[in-house]
């Protein structure tokens, strides 16, 4: 016997502070116009001193845990996704796992860069399908304030803090994950790394002086890869699923730069207002991206039941995934 999974409930949070372009004009070489221009980022959220990613991770739970009406100990299991875990270990997921009181689930945080939300809901929806979990929270969490280099400002304007959680269920039949596609080309791991910290470059005085605990990026190479491989997802779903973009309600993508989403617009044929963007006003949260835009997009009234909503995203790895969800609620 297999079951249909979906998502049944939605829930994001957003640090209070903001950091608008005018702050980082007075950073970093940098200006408003050269940001908009390059990227479409105007402001992002950065995390108080005292919030590591568990306390946006657990904020985000709870809204999506109401929005589904499911208590914590429903939960069979929880994965979080994250570059920015509060630590090398424990888990972001285990710390979630307890101040939520969620004492039923499984827990581990998966790493795939922007990618990590669609892996986990992937991954997580098969579990579903199979029987073998019947109430499944994902999270997509990040503060890679902590990880950005703030004197580097071909990645400090980038890159914003936020939370966004769903709830995975059994669904109608014919609704939730139609289709998905995961990938990975490990060659590029290069182009998008934190280079320290880890087995390879264990922290040391000499780690932190080259900036090593931070992002570094070959922006050039990312955008290369980026605007080759959501299109080719978004059409390798659409083919799984046997449809047409012409059939996508909503195309959720990626929020890492303004001018890979109007490239990816531009090669899918898709029209402009069936594509979600909030770039603008929280810039790249990498994992967050798409909870938070999903969470937006319910608030807005953009979803309805059976609306087909794509979700197509690429990072470290390099990674791309891509989902096609037919919307249960
Ligand atoms: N302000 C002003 N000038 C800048 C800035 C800035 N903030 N950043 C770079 N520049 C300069 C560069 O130094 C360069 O100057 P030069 O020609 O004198 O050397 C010039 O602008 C052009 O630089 P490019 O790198 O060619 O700029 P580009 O138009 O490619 O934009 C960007 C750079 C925005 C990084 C783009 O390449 C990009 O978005 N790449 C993809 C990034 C991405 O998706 N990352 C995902 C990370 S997600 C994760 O997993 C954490």
Known sequence: MTYAAGIIGVGCYLPEKTLTNQDLEKMVDT??????ERTGIRTRHI???????????YEAALRALADAKTKPEELDLIIVATETPDYK?????????????AKNAACFDLSAGCSGFVYALGIGSQSIV?????KILLVGAETLSRIINWTDRNTCVLFGDGAGAAVLGRVE???????VDLGADGTGGEHLIQPGGGSRNPASHATVDAHDHTIHMNGREVFK??????P???????????????????????????????NAINRLKIDRERVWVNIDRHGNMSAACIPVSLTEAQEAGCLHKGDNV??????????????LVKWAK
């Open 31 to 36: 200006s408003d116009a050269w940001i908009i």
């Open 47 to 57: 995390a108080a001193p005292s919030q590591a990613t568990s306390d946006l991770s």
């Open 89 to 101: 270990y424990p888990s972001t997921a285990c710390l979630l796992q307890a101040k939520l009181g």
């Open 130 to 134: 199979s029987g073998l979990y019947k």
């Open 173 to 179: 039949e014919g609704y939730g994950v139609l289709a």
């Open 225 to 230: 890869f980026a605007t080759r491989r959501m």
């Open 232 to 262: 080719n997802a978004c059409k390798t779903i659409l083919q799984k699923a046997g449809m047409t973009i012409d059939d996508v309600t909503l195309l959720i993508p990626h929020q890492a730069n303004r001018r890979i989403i109007d």
């Open 310 to 323: 794509m979700l197509v995203a690429f990072g470290a790895g390099l990674t791309w995934a891509g989902a």
